[in-house]
């Protein structure tokens, strides 16, 4: 594979790439090629670092929103990359999971069409697979779901409108950034018909050094809360499937308390 | 990358790998490891031969029903895995796409645990996610859908609990392995409230050198079934976020026919 000749295609200057969940062993070897390639790389606060020391001989500008940095607006990102490509730079904006999954790269590439910069998308493996997948949970098996349903859980009106309408447990529900929503989740859902003892993980820092898997069901949800810090990436699998968590023997146990935690025992970094 | 010493958990003889859409560049970094030390390969009729050449040592074993082959049934390929890792082999078992979205990677994985074989899961591009991305659509997009509903569409019974609760356009649908039941899925759409208007999008061969992609609307989805053949992958995918592809000028615009088709002018293999 490394003997081939590169295939970037040298119209595009511009790659919206998905980081996958965090272990740089989850890169494409499409994103590898890019990162390896690039002049500038406009990264998330979530993309760690290993992964942006692939990049070395690029720039590196995070857009992260913390507290006391300068913030970058949605505006100032697309201003970079649309200026770093008419230089002719190779740009990574290089995004957390998948670009399209939750990401907001479909209006930076509206942004990058509107300018006339050529621009190409790379698949990442996303949280909302990797995440509950790591923890030994299919999100979808037979028998028990042969659908799943991701949702931004960042504020209520984002995923009311499809959890109040969906029949309860017709398909595996997975929530990312919605941990702090967990209650108006919890509710919605619990007042849609859904079980309470419907069982739920929580992923937290999926494929990651810290990764860690939280069991309960929906009823006991809030007791997740402690142990999970704000700026920790976290999703919510909720349905019959986080049960084979215990089968599979990667995830801790259904526990009688309803709540453990213990690190991941799958290979990683 | 390249640089480091390898990974493996020694403990893990059984690999479930996610292959991605089928552009070896879109394999992950660990799949590939995993693949060059492989022993023993059984994969899908979906994996293409240039990501199963990056196995060369390995002996390849297809577990695809096709007509006039030996049918391997899931418990053939359970004991083969099995057998294997009990001789110290180290064994990938290659998925279209991942293991665990639609894949029946749970159920094997449900065998290894039985049987006492340590396993290991790698995570991969999802078909469900980068088919459409790689025509321009972004499964999530703001204001147009905060959530994507995957489900599989190998016979009604699968979709149709899922599709007649949710609410009618509430998030954007992406069916697999469903472009035989398309009638089935269109009237079960209509029938719950969905616009025969909503924009639809078939993407055959996603990521491959015939990827094409068809544009048209619930009511004209018939219209799309001369020109793919039964043994290629498709992805469907419903919602207002189709209309996107036209901007980001990937795929082919909304035609006034609802049937246009063009191959694919992202960077491929």
Redo the contacts between chains.
Sequence with gaps: ??DRPS???SA?LVSLV?A??G????????A??RLQMADLVLYDGLVPRPVLQ?AAQARHVSVARRAGDKVLTQGDVNDQMIAAARRGERVVRLKAG??????????E??AL?AAGVPF??V????SA??A???A???????GMA???????GHDES??A??L????PH??TLVVLMGFKMRESLRDVLIASGWRSITPVAVVVNASRPMQRTWIGTLETLDAASPVIEDDEPAAIIIGE?VT?AT????ATPLASEDTTWQPMT????
């Design positions: 594979m490394t295939r970037v295609d595009a998905g996958g969940p272990d740089p062993e989850l890169l494409t070897w499409r590898i090629q692939l998948d670009p399209f999954v939750l990401g907001r790269g479909g209006e590439a509206l069409a190409e998308i698949p990442g493996v996303s697979v990797a509950p997948a790591l030994g949970i299919p999100v979808t098996h037979r042969s659908g799943v349903l991701i949702v931004s984002a995923f409108p499809a109040r309408s969906l029949a017709s398909v499937v084979l089968a599979l023997d990667i799958t290979p990683r970094l």
